[in-house]
T-cell receptor, first 115, second 112 residues
Framework: DTEVTQTPKHLVMGMTNKKSLKCEQH?????MYWYKQKAKKPPELMFV???????INESVPSRFSPECPNSSLLNLHLHALQPEDSALYLC??????????????FGSGTQLSVL | RKEVEQDPGPFNVPEGATVAFNCTYSNSASQSFFWYRQDCRKEPKLLMSVYSSGNEDGRFTAQLNRASQYISLLIRDSKLSDSATYLC?????????????FGTGTQLKVEL
């Protein structure tokens, strides 16, 4: 069982809706990540938070807005999404951002469908 | 050239067979290497890290060749439960942290 918890597991939303994805970890990890994965493709990095500060934004459109309220929580706020944004959204965490041999622990993901 | 390349497969092998996957990476400054396993509609899970000296975990053996910039994964005595997509992951310094780059994945199907 994963120690990174994501909710909801499934989400269907219209293009005018506002929704949020939530992620929680209690492993004391200092780095948290959002990835997007389309079918039969590898995960693509979206955002990295290190010590609750945004370290990387991979040129993600502003309709995706990340938030890190504390070291255990990571949110992804969604607004005015497009059908092509439909994908599996994966949260991950690691002990640190810039340590050697960092291993990622993934949540089970949110399968998002935008209608 | 992609940063991390893998043969997408699928590799269809009979139960009990030995199968090997390769992965090449383009950044010679890459520092850490991993194999992750992903089942259909599930999240990726770490299978093993890959070290220069090579490392083994049960039926799985991983090798790293820095000179040729490739890593490999060998699975012996394949089980039906080994059927999954195997993702090669490489990290390298990006000036302020290690960024993981995923390969496209190699699909393995183990059959009776």
């Amino acid at each position: 069982d994963t120690e990174v918890t994501q909710t909801p597991k499934h989400l269907v939303m219209g293009m005018t809706n506002k929704k949020s994805l939530k992620c929680e970890q209690h492993m004391g990890h200092r780095a948290m990540y959002w990835y997007k994965q389309k079918a039969k493709k590898p995960p693509e990095l979206m955002f990295v938070y290190s010590y609750e500060k945004l370290s990387i934004n991979e040129s993600v459109p502003s309709r995706f807005s990340p938030e890190c309220p504390n070291s255990s929580l990571l949110n992804l706020h969604l607004h005015a999404l497009q059908p092509e944004d439909s994908a599996l959204y994966l949260c991950a965490s690691s002990q640190d951002w810039d340590g050697p041999n960092e291993k990622l622990f993934f949540g089970s993901g949110t399968q998002l469908s935008v209608l | 050239r992609k940063e991390v390349e893998q043969d997408p497969g699928p590799f269809n092998v009979p139960e009990g067979a030995t199968v090997a996957f390769n992965c090449t990476y383009s950044n010679s400054a890459s520092q850490s290497f991993f194999w992750y396993r992903q089942d259909c509609r599930k999240e990726p899970k770490l299978l093993m890290s890959v070290y220069s000296s090579g490392n083994e975990d049960g039926r799985f053996t991983a090798q790293l060749n820095r000179a040729s910039q490739y890593i490999s994964l060998l699975i012996r005595d394949s089980k039906l439960s080994d059927s999954a997509t195997y993702l090669c992951v490489v990290t390298g310094p990006t000036g302020g942290g290690n960024k993981l780059t995923f390969g496209t994945g190699t699909q393995l199907k183990v059959e009776l």
